[in-house]
């Protein structure tokens, strides 16, 4: 099965500042990979999502990029945080196309924006 | 539009009772595919059951089932025998024809002992 790894646990950065997430997975190759942003008690918000190397769909138009440098690796950033950019993300990886295959997700980063 | 509905942002139940979260959809494709997941206060998403659009049976994976009605669009969770490890929040999602998943606002469920 997949596992999927996130990095940092917990972030807390002042506004204006830079910011890199980074997701790794293994047990599988060329997956579809996911970022998702969760507020406090509230559903996720899919930001990007990536079919493959270099291949980035963004859902959110705002100050967030992803990128895609692997097969096995996700990258969310940010120029300039926002306080709006406070929450839970979460990175999910989907290996297969069938309607049952389900998303596995990390363990998430939380981030604070002061 | 796909969309995924659920109405009760909490809930209780004592321990060993059994317990429904609702879960209504929207979607226009005829094939789709619908999941629940928990998410402790750890903050991990925990895929826990999985229903298709085409089965005729409805899904059971241990103490979870879902309660799927075409018809009616609705894939209620049911869990049997509650216990306090079953405290999280849950959330329905749907996948329709595509690699995207749309989730719910979800459901915080608090096992009484």
């Known amino acids: 099965s997949q596992t999927i790894h996130q990095w940092p646990a917990t972030l807390v950065q002042p506004v204006g500042s830079p910011l890199s997430l980074e997701c790794t997975v293994e047990?599988?190759?060329?997956?579809?990979l996911y970022w998702y942003r969760q507020a406090a008690g509230r559903g996720l918000q899919l930001l990007f999502y990536?079919?493959?190397?270099?291949?980035i769909s963004s859902e959110v138009p705002q100050n967030l990029s992803a990128s895609r440098p692997q097969d096995r690796q996700f990258i969310l950033s940010s120029k300039k945080l926002l306080l709006s950019d406070s929450g839970f993300y979460l990175c999910a990886s989907l290996r297969g196309q069938g309607r049952g295959d389900t998303q596995y997700f990390g363990p998430g980063t939380r981030l604070t924006v002061l | 539009a796909q969309k995924i509905t659920q109405t009760q942002p909490g809930m209780f139940v004592q321990e060993k009772e059994a317990v429904t979260l609702d879960c209504t959809y929207d979607t226009s494709d005829p094939s789709y595919g619908l999941f629940w997941y928990k998410q402790p206060s750890s903050g991990e998403m925990i895929f826990l059951i999985y229903q298709g659009s085409y089965d005729q049976q409805n899904a059971t994976e241990g103490r979870y089932s879902l309660n799927f009605q075409k018809a009616r669009k609705s894939a209620n969770l049911v869990i049997s025998a509650s216990q306090l490890g079953d405290s999280a929040m849950y959330f329905c999602a749907m996948r329709p024809t595509g690699n995207q998943f749309y989730f719910g606002t979800g459901t915080s469920l608090t096992v009484i002992p």
């Open positions: 990536s079919v493959g190397i270099g291949q």
């Open positions: 047990g599988t190759s060329n997956p579809n």
